[in-house]
Nanobody, 112 residues
């Protein structure tokens, strides 16, 4: 069994920053990619960013230049700068290890 545990969400004012982290544990074998998705209230889950085992990174257009992903072995972090109200969502960690695994989600709220 594999667990993904996220941390770092919270409430921040527009223009502020937050850093999310995700650690994978359990019966881990080769992780081909890790990343983040998010789901705002009343909307479908959407892709935010992914990073492969060899460092190939993809960002959603809406976060390019503001979000930065990094990875170290079985952990992935997301530095979010210049946050906007539309970034408010439940953020899910995602990992590909033969199948797809998801964390429970961490809430990010951008509000004044």
């Amino acid at each position: 069994q594999v667990q993904l545990v996220e941390s770092g969400g919270g409430l921040v004012q527009p223009g502020g920053s937050l850093r999310l982290s995700c650690a994978a544990s359990g019966n881990i074998f080769t992780i081909s990619a890790m990343g983040w998705y998010r789901q705002a209230a009343g909307k479908p889950r959407e892709f935010v960013v992914s990073i492969t085992y060899d460092g190939v990174i993809k960002y959603a257009e809406s976060v390019k230049g503001r979000f930065t992903v990094s990875r170290d072995k079985n952990t992935v972090a997301l530095q979010m700068n210049n946050l906007k109200r539309e970034d408010t969502a439940l953020y899910y960690c995602h990992a590909l290890m033969g199948g797809a695994y998801w964390g429970q989600g961490t809430q990010v709220t951008v509000s004044s």
